[in-house]
């Protein structure tokens, strides 16, 4: 069983920074991992995807602001840059043990079956 566990959230004014931490129960390197958000009233979306060798994936919405990575261990990042009102939600680290890791695009969620209670994130104008 993968335990996942995500800090760093928080409330944050526009333009601001986090950086979320995700730690895994397992060796992550041998899982893809993803980031994902869900805002009140809407579907949980993929924000950023990194497979076993580092290949990354990013949403239109956070490309160039957002910035996923991992230790050499058990822990996923999510840097976050010019944030926006927008990006408030509940932010979720996911892994999935699949053989091949797709990062020609955004992550989805029916391909991840490890998940994390959740970190909020708050963003205010």
């Known amino acids: 069983q993968v335990q996942l566990v995500e800090s760093g959230g928080g409330s944050v004014q526009a333009g601001g920074s986090l950086r979320l931490s995700c730690v895994a129960s397992?060796?992550?390197?041998?899982?893809?991992m993803a980031w994902f958000r869900q805002a009140p009233g809407k579907e949980r979306e993929g924000v950023a995807g990194i497979g076993r060798h580092g290949s990354q994936t990013y949403a239109d919405s956070v490309r160039g602001r957002f910035a996923i990575s991992k230790d050499s261990a058990k822990t996923l990042y999510l840097r976050m840059n010019s944030l926006k009102p927008d990006d408030t939600a509940m932010y979720y680290c996911?892994?999935?043990?699949?053989?091949?890791?797709?990062?020609?695009?955004?992550?989805?969620?029916?391909?991840?079956?490890?998940w994390g209670q959740g970190t909020q994130v708050t963003v205010s104008s």
């Open positions: 996911a892994a999935d043990a699949r053989p091949a890791c797709r990062t020609s695009v955004a992550p989805r969620p029916d391909e991840y079956a490890y």
């Open positions: 397992v060796y992550i390197g041998d899982y893809c």
